[in-house]
């Protein structure tokens, strides 16, 4: 698979680059975009193809779960017809691609950077499956979700039970017959198990601690509001939870057939099976904390707290808006279940997360649990910034809503950095600039 149909991939490597850039994903591209409208000589480095996550990592129903209008990557905004729709995955990866075509990023495809370090002379060595490189500076632009998450015990399970995590599923029909388990319900598990379940399939499914949201209050999208309140510009030191909002679990909702709820109780009405967080399998039987009906009770009122904030809002502004009644459940547990056996389950679906795998990095800039410390993506070391993690600023960073601003920020220090370079020797720019930066950011 080539960038575009006209421009075939890039080979071979320099040997020296100002700025080297690490995946080619959408965080990836908008700061090549930044760089590239700087006239800032860069790569960007991209181990299989440009939109490769949504082709490989998303099942064949997947769509957006905020309004095409979010869509707001840096030159390229959604000009399509449904702006208050949600884009199939399809869709998504044209976007993307056609992003990367209309202004040719200088990506290398099909380059996996396997170890970065600094280097004796300045700056940053590079090890790549296409040989050694040096950049002056580097953006990681790789995500945090790294590695799929799979209890230890999974390989306790019989061999007969398809297990698959969440980045493998693609539909129902993948499965072999019989009833499925979902484990998690963050986006990916609640939408993987409504899939299964339009599908017809008997699915149990593990609630967790995720909260929900309604698609729709009070004649908009709950999106449009929480937009019209900021949310999607607090900065992370704004958020009642501090930095760890940085890994806290999204809402689950979604934009299927046009965008809706999702309703687990609802579900559990029409014959899905619900129960709390996994816990283990002992002697054959599933085990299950007896947690379902708190976790659904959250995960309700985290829902009624949106909608107060946004009455309190629709009032404070006198808008008319029309009214609209509270969610009423519609099925509770009679006790919550805490047993499973094995031999009704025919396949698991694990959806509960990744973990992030920063040890290719040998630079000292993480903390005390492997995560990347830094100030609005800019981190300790001179000439080393990261682009694409989930509240790196706000809520909207890590999406296509908010990665525009956050890679204006890093490329505006990046010129910085490269033009103090050029007077006074880069090295001696990336110094001061270590020094200062704490100051600056804050």
């Excluded at 960038?3 to 591209?29: F, K, S, W, Y």
């Excluded at 054959?284 to 009906?293: A, C, K, R, S």
């Excluded at 800039?365 to 790196?392: E, I, K, M, Q, S």
Aim: hydrophobic fraction near 40%; proline fraction near 6%; include cysteine.
């Amino acid at each position: 698979m080539t960038l575009t149909e006209d421009a075939p991939t890039r080979t071979g490597l320099p040997q020296h680059v100002p700025v080297a850039v690490v995946g080619g994903g959408q965080a990836g591209l908008s700061i090549s975009w930044h760089l590239v409208q700087r006239g800032v000589e860069h790569v960007v480095l991209e181990r299989e193809t440009v939109a490769h996550e949504w082709v490989d990592a998303r099942w064949d129903t997947f769509c957006l779960v905020t309004p095409n209008w979010q869509c707001q990557l840096p030159g390229w905004p959604y000009t399509g017809d449904d702006p208050d729709g949600f884009m199939l995955r399809d869709e998504i990866v044209d976007y993307v691609r056609s992003y990367a075509a209309s202004f040719d990023p200088p990506v290398h495809e099909g380059v996996a950077v396997t170890r970065l370090s600094p280097a004796a002379e300045g700056g940053y060595t590079l090890l790549t499956s296409a040989g050694e490189l040096h950049a002056d500076q580097v953006v990681l632009a790789v995500g945090g979700y790294h590695l799929p998450v799979v209890p230890p015990w999974a390989s306790a399970l019989p061999e007969r039970v398809t297990q698959l995590h969440s980045q493998q599923y693609r539909n129902p029909e993948q499965l072999p017959a019989g009833d499925v388990l979902v484990v998690g319900t963050g986006q990916s598990g609640a939408q993987i198990a409504e899939d299964l379940h339009l599908a017809g399939r008997r699915v149990h499914l593990a609630v967790g601690s995720a909260p929900r949201i309604a698609r729709r209050y009070r004649g908009r999208d709950v999106v449009a509001w929480l937009h019209d309140l900021g949310h999607y510009d607090m900065p992370v030191e704004q958020h009642r939870d501090g930095e760890a909002a940085r890994v806290g679990t999204n809402h689950y909702v979604t934009g299927r057939d046009g965008g809706r709820d999702i309703d687990l109780r609802t579900f559990a009405a029409q014959g899905m099976q619900l129960y709390g967080t996994v816990t283990g399998l002992v002697d054959g039987v599933l085990t299950f904390e007896p947690n379902l009906t708190a976790h659904l009770d959250r995960a309700d009122a985290v829902d009624d707290s949106a909608k107060d904030v946004i009455d309190r809002h629709i009032a404070a502004a006198g808008i008319d808006a029309p009214t609209e009644p509270r969610y009423v459940p519609v099925w509770a547990p009679e006790e919550d279940p805490t047993a499973l056996d094995v031999e009704r389950v025919g396949s698991v679906v694990w959806a509960i997360g990744f973990r992030a795998d920063w040890s290719w990095v040998r630079v000292p800039v993480f903390d005390g649990a492997g995560y990347p410390t830094h100030v609005r993506g800019v981190t300790a070391a001179p000439g080393l910034f990261v682009l694409g993690l989930p509240w790196l600023h706000t809520w909207g960073s890590g999406r296509f809503s908010g990665i525009a601003r956050d890679a204006e920020f890093v490329a505006d220090r990046i010129t910085e950095l490269t033009t103090a370079g050029t007077r006074t020797g880069l090295g001696s720019a990336l110094a001061a600039a270590a020094a200062s930066s704490a100051s600056r950011m804050a």
